[in-house]
C-alpha cells in the first residue's frame, strides 16, 4: 500500500481514491440510464397521446366527410327537384300556350268567315240599292210623264198648297209656341233667381255715421276735454271727426261721416282710455298707433274675403284695395259686403246656367273696386275699376264681366249679364239701400272738396251733420289775417256752388308750433 502526502500533511490511500472515482463513474452511468428510462417513458406518453390525437382527428374529418357528402346528396335531390318542378311548368306553359294559340286560330277562321259573309250581305245591300235606286228613277220618270211636271215644280206646287190650306193654323201654332217658350223661360229664371236668393242670405242692414267708445267711468270724460278743452280739440284736428261728450252715462260719441276716420278715432280713443295717459302728446302717438291698426285691419278684410270665396292668387296690392271697401258705403250700403254678396249671386247664377264660376265670382267680388279711390281719381268708379284690373294683369274676362253691370259697356260674355243681375238683386233687396243717407255724405263730401280747392289749405273735415266745416290751414302760407279773408272766400264759395239746408259755418284754424331739440 501506497501513501501520499498532500500539501495540507494528510496521507489519502490510494485505494480510497479508485473506489470514489469508480463510484463516480458508476453513478454517472446508473443516472444516464435512469434519465434514458424517464425519457422513453415520456416519449412513448406523448406518441401514444399524438396518435390518439391522430385518431380522433381521422375520426372527425371521417365525420365531416361523411356529412359533407349526405349534405351535397341532399342539395343534388333539391336541385334535381327543383329542375323537374321547372320542366313540369314549362311543359303547362307550353300546353296553355298551344291551347290559345288553337283557340285564337279557330276564332280566327271564325272573323274570317264572318267577314266574307258580312261582305257578300254588303253586296246584296248594295245590288239591291242600286236596283230600288233604278227602279224609283224609273218611277218617278214615269210619273212625271202622267203628271207633265218634273219632280221640283211637282213638290213646290204641293208645299204651296199646303201652306196655303194651314197658313192660318201654322200663324196659331207659331205664336203658341213663342208663348209657352217666353212663360217657360221667365219661369225658369224666377226659379233660378229665386234658389240663388235663397242660397245667400246675407245681411244688408245699412251703416250709421256714429260710433259709441265705452268709458270706465264718467270722470274720464273730464280728462278725454282735458284743461282748456285742449284734448279735445287735439282729437278733432288729428281724426276729423266729432266727439261728443255729453250726458249720456259711461259713453262717448264719435260722429263722422267718413268710416275710415271714425274707425281711427275709436281705436285712437279706446287706446287712450286703456292706457289713462291723456295728453296731446300721446294723442298723437294712439293717433299713429290707430292708422297702424287701420291699415292691417284694411289688409284682413280684404283677405277674409278671397278667403271667404276661395279665390287665390290675387296681387296683395289689390286685396288691399278690396279691404278698403270694408269703410266704404254705396247709398249706405257696406262696399264690401255687396261685393261678397254680388260674388256669391254671381258664382251661383253662373253654376245655375253653366257659365264660369270662377270668372263670374272674380268679376262679381271686383266689379265696384274703383270705389276704393274713386275719392282720389277723377273718372267714374267702373272706369277706374277697370284701369286698376289692367294694372294688375287681371284676365280680360273678368274685366268684360264687371265692366257692363251699369249698361256703360255693351255686353259681350254670359258671366257679364251675370254680374248685372246679381249687382242688381243685392242693391234692389228692402233695406239694403238709403237714397237720403248717400245724398246726405255726398253733400258732405262736396263740402271738404269745396274748401279742399283753396290754395293753402292742409285738410278740412265736415262735422256737426253738415253744419260746420273746420279748415287747417298751412300756417307758413296763410297769415292770421290771411286765415280771416279764407274764410270768407270758402263761404262764398259755398254759397254759390252747393245746395244745403240752413246755414254752414266755416272754421279756418291756423297753428303754429315751433319744435327745437336740445344736444
Request: overall charge negative.
Amino acid at each position: 500500500m501506497y501513501f501520499f502526502v498532500c500539501h495540507s500533511g494528510v496521507a489519502v490511500s490510494m485505494d480510497i481514491i479508485i473506489f470514489s472515482v469508480v463510484a463516480i463513474v458508476a453513478g454517472f452511468g446508473l443516472g444516464y440510464l435512469v434519465r434514458q428510462l424517464v425519457a422513453r417513458k415520456q416519449l412513448d406518453s406523448a406518441e401514444g397521446k399524438i396518435e390518439k390525437i391522430v385518431e380522433e382527428a381521422e375520426k372527425k374529418s371521417q365525420e365531416l366527410v361523411l356529412n359533407a357528402k349526405k349534405q351535397s346528396v341532399e342539395i343534388l335531390e333539391q336541385a334535381k327537384k327543383k329542375e323537374n318542378e321547372r320542366e313540369q311548368q314549362i311543359i303547362r306553359n307550353e300546353q296553355r300556350l298551344e291551347k290559345r294559340e288553337t283557340a285564337i286560330d279557330q276564332k280566327t277562321e271564325e272573323i274570317e268567315q264572318t267577314k266574307k259573309v258580312l261582305e257578300q250581305k254588303i253586296e246584296e245591300v248594295k245590288k239591291i240599292r242600286k236596283e230600288s235606286e233604278e227602279t224609283r228613277e224609273q218611277e218617278l220618270d214615269r210619273l212625271e210623264k202622267i203628271a207633265g211636271l218634273s219632280k221640283d215644280q211637282a213638290k213646290s206646287i204641293l208645299l204651296q198648297l199646303t201652306e196655303e190650306e194651314n197658313r192660318a193654323a201654322l200663324a196659331e201654332r207659331i205664336a203658341k209656341i213663342e208663348r209657352q217658350g217666353n212663360d217657360e223661360i221667365e219661369k225658369r229664371a224666377k226659379n233660378i233667381m229665386t234658389s240663388v236668393i235663397q242660397k245667400y242670405a246675407g245681411s244688408h242692414s245699412a251703416e250709421v255715421v256714429t260710433s259709441t267708445v265705452s268709458i270706465p267711468s264718467d270722470e274720464v270724460k273730464g280728462r278725454i276735454i282735458g284743461r282748456e278743452g285742449r284734448n279735445i280739440k287735439a282729437l278733432e284736428k288729428l281724426t276729423g271727426v266729432e266727439i261728443i261728450v255729453d250726458d249720456t252715462p259711461e259713453a262717448v260719441v264719435i260722429s263722422g261721416f267718413d268710416p275710415v276716420r271714425r274707425e281711427i278715432a275709436r281705436i285712437t280713443l279706446e287706446k287712450l282710455i286703456g292706457d289713462g295717459r291723456i295728453h296731446p302728446t300721446r294723442i298723437e302717438e294712439a293717433f299713429e298707433f290707430a292708422k297702424k291698426e287701420i291699415d292691417n285691419k284694411i289688409k284682413e278684410a280684404g283677405e277674409a274675403a278671397t278667403y271667404d270665396l276661395g279665390i287665390a292668387g290675387l296681387d296683395p296690392k289689390l286685396v288691399y284695395l278690396l279691404g278698403r271697401l270694408r269703410y266704404r258705403t254705396s247709398f249706405g250700403q257696406n262696399v264690401l259686403l255687396h261685393s261678397l254678396e254680388v260674388a256669391h249671386l254671381s258664382g251661383a247664377l253662373a253654376a245655375e246656367l253653366g257659365a264660369d264660376v270662377t270668372v263670374a265670382k272674380k268679376a262679381g267680388l271686383l266689379h265696384d273696386i274703383g270705389k276704393a279711390v274713386d275719392h282720389e281719381i277723377q273718372g267714374t268708379h267702373i272706369e277706374i275699376g277697370i284701369k286698376i284690373l289692367e294694372r294688375f294683369n287681371m284676365p280680360k274676362e273678368v274685366i268684360d264681366a264687371m265692366k257692363s253691370h251699369h249698361e256703360d259697356y255693351p255686353f259681350e260674355t254670359p258671366e257679364s249679364f251675370i254680374i248685372a243681375a246679381a249687382d242688381a238683386i243685392s242693391a234692389s233687396r228692402p233695406g239694403a239701400r238709403k237714397d237720403t243717407l248717400e245724398k246726405y255724405l255726398k253733400r258732405l263730401e262736396e263740402l271738404e272738396a269745396t274748401a279742399n280747392s283753396f290754395e293753402g289749405v292742409e285738410r278740412t273735415y265736415a262735422i256737426q251733420a253738415g253744419r260746420e266745416i273746420r279748415v287747417f290751414v298751412k300756417p307758413e302760407i296763410v297769415d292770421d289775417l290771411g286765415a280771416l279773408k279764407l274764410a270768407r272766400e270758402i263761404a262764398d264759395k259755398i254759397e254759390q256752388d252747393l245746395k244745403y239746408p240752413g246755414e254752414i259755418r266755416v272754421n279756418v284754424l291756423r297753428e303754429t308750433r315751433s319744435v327745437e331739440y336740445a344736444r
